[in-house]
C-alpha cells in the first residue's frame, strides 16, 4: 500500500470527504477512522475532543500518512493548531476550507452556519469568515439532533425531514444566500436541508475544497514533485483503502459502501474494528 491519506473523523461523516478525494485523488490510497462508539463529539467538553482527536492520530501514525485531514468540524475548533504543533506531518482542517467555499459563493454577503453545540459555541466559522471579510452578516444554529440521525443511517428516513425542519426552518426568515453545512455529517441530509431551506439557498460544505486543498498541497511537495526511486515504487503500488471504526463494524460497513459505492468501483479495502483506543465512552 503506498503512503495514504488518513482521515478521521467523529463517527461517518468524514465519508463526505473521502468522497470527493476519491473523485480528485482516485491515484491515491486513503485510511479512515470513524470514532462512531463515542460520537457525537458536539455535546462533549473541548479537553475530551483534544484527548480524542490526540489518541486517534497517534493510531493513524501506524499507516505512515502523508497527510492527515481532521474531517470533523468540532475537532478542528477544538484540536487542529495543538496537533499541528506537535507533529511534522502535514494536518489540515475542514472549517477553513468551507468558509472559503462560502464567501466565493454569496452574492449578498449574509451567510447561514449550521453545526454541534461544539462548533458553534467554538465561533470557529465566524472567526474564519471574519478573517476574509468584515462586511459580512452571519447566523449560525446547533442542530445537534443530525448527526445521531446520520450515525444511525437515517438520514433518509421519513422523520428526517420534521428533524431538520424542526431545527432549521426558522432561518428561512433570514435573507441568506447560501448555508454552510458547518459539520460532516450533514451532507448525508443535503437533500432535506435543501429542500427545508428553498432553492435561492444554496449549500456549502467544506468536502469539494478540502479535496482540493489537499491536491495542491500534494502536488507542491517532495512527494510528487521529485522523481526518485521510492516515489515511483509508491505510484506503482496498487490504491488501497482502509475503513476503521470504534464502534459496530456492520453499520459502518453498510454506510460506507452506501455513500461511496460509485467513487470505491472496484477498488481494494478492508473494514476493521478497534476498541483499543476508545474504552471510554
Known sequence: MQRPIAVLDSGVGGLTVVKELLKQLPQESVVYYGDTARAP????????????????????????????????????????????????????????????????????????????????????YDQALNAHAKDIQIVTQSCPAFVPLVEKGEYRSAKA????????????????????????????????????????????????ETARQVQNMIAETMMKSEVTVSSVLEKNRAVMHRFICSGHISSFRSIVEEWLATELGNTNRTYHQTRGISQSL
Open 161 to 208: 425531514y420534521h428533524i431538520v425542519y424542526e431545527a432549521i426552518g426558522h432561518m428561512r426568515s433570514y435573507p441568506i444566500d447560501c448555508l454552510i453545512l458547518g459539520c460532516t455529517h450533514y451532507p448525508f441530509l443535503a437533500e432535506t436541508i435543501a429542500e427545508v431551506m428553498g432553492e435561492k439557498v444554496k449549500l456549502i460544505h467544506s468536502a469539494e
Open 41 to 124: 463529539y458536539g455535546p462533549r467538553q473541548k479537553e475530551q475532543v483534544v484527548s480524542f482527536t490526540e489518541e486517534i492520530i497517534q493510531f493513524l501514525l501506524q499507516y505512515d500518512p502523508k497527510l492527515i485531514i481532521i474531517a470533523c468540524n468540532t475537532a478542528t475548533a477544538a484540536a487542529l493548531e495543538k496537533v499541528r504543533s506537535m507533529l511534522d506531518v502535514p494536518i489540515i482542517g475542514v472549517i477553513e476550507p468551507g468558509a472559503r467555499a462560502a464567501l466565493k459563493a454569496t452574492q449578498t454577503g449574509y451567510i447561514g452556519v449550521i453545526g454541534t453545540e461544539g462548533t458553534i459555541k467554538s465561533k470557529a
